[in-house]
């Protein structure tokens, strides 16, 4: 199986950092591609939805690649859940998952009601908007803010680990949360010392996108659980617009850095990554690796 994680912004300093963390959790069989956006104007972050809506048609297009490629699953790595409808209405034969709605989903199934930590209050809106589409602003507990900026929480992590638990601590003994979800995907690495701080489930929004993902690229191959392509589900037609109108440059998909993981093979273990951007993830394994084992071991 193929999955493809987008950065959906014009740089690509976490390419690799992200792609370390999936290569640590995923199952052997799948090769994951992690990719960044060629956008000039949204270089840092979406906190604004000025900023959100420059990129919306570049993740449309990097995602009908995904479907054009192949892919089994892709997924657009913000926890705004940036232009998940539309990008679905393109994908092909391809699922599309989004942080927010993957970690709201999870977060349900273990516990009533969740607060979520956001960087700062400006997110409340945009992600309240989202849990109210997906059924499920019933169940938040809270926000909570810890008053960081999107680029911030990697820039010291003892001080957002810090504020993280202080926040989450909060949520749960004053607003009455039983989940915890991290409302940024550049809060990743912090959700197993927060768990074992607060004592509640708390969800990483990179792995859950990431393990929902896995699911459905599974179904998709297994069962034949695709994208459904009528009613309000309707992709623009491919013969009589889409190409005569050239709606997508489809030779060129705006694509910055790239970093691929491929799977492991039943004897060799990993084979030689492929990056454009830096670190190539090569960590080949002694034994023999049955292609259904779960792979446990590397950085969380």
Not at 234 to 242: G, L, M, R, V
Request: one cysteine or more.
């Amino acid at each position: 199986m193929k999955i493809r994680y987008i950065e959906p912004i014009g740089h690509s300093l976490y390419v690799d950092a992200v792609a370390e963390r999936l290569e640590a959790i995923r199952r052997p069989d799948v090769a994951i591609e992690v990719v960044s956006l060629d956008n000039p104007y949204c270089r840092h972050h979406l906190e604004y939805q000025s900023y959100e809506v420059l990129v919306m048609a570049d993740i449309a297009r990097v995602v009908r690649d995904a479907g054009r490629q192949g892919m089994d699953a892709v997924i657009i790595g913000c926890f705004y859940d940036p232009a998940l409808i539309e990008a679905r209405e393109i994908s092909g034969a391809t699922p599309v998952i989004a942080p927010c709605q993957a970690s709201v989903l999870l977060a349900s199934q273990l516990a009533d009601r969740f607060s979520i930590i956001i960087g700062r209050r400006k997110w409340e809106n945009r992600i309240k908007a989202r849990l109210r589409d997906y059924g499920q602003l019933d169940r938040l507990a809270s926000f909570r803010s810890v008053n960081l900026g999107v680029e911030d929480f990697q820039a010291d992590r003892a001080e957002t680990e810090h504020r993280l638990i202080t926040a989450a601590r909060r949520a749960v003994e004053e607003d009455g949360a039983e989940a915890i979800i991290l409302g940024c995907t550049l809060e990743f690495g912090f959700y197993e010392t927060l768990q074992a701080k607060v004592g509640v489930p708390v969800i990483d929004p990179v792995y859950a996108a990431y393990k929902l993902a896995e699911t459905m690229a599974d179904v998709k191959c297994r069962f034949g659980w695709k994208p459904s392509r009528v009613g309000g589900c309707e992709a623009p037609p491919e013969e009589q617009e889409i190409i005569p109108w050239q709606v997508f440059n489809d030779t060129r998909p705006p694509i910055l850095g790239r970093a691929f993981i491929p799977a492991y093979s039943r004897s060799l273990g990993l084979e030689k990554v492929e990056s454009t951007v830096g670190t190539a993830y090569n960590r080949p394994i002694s034994k023999k690796v049955d292609i259904f084992d779960l792979q446990t071991s590397g950085t969380t």
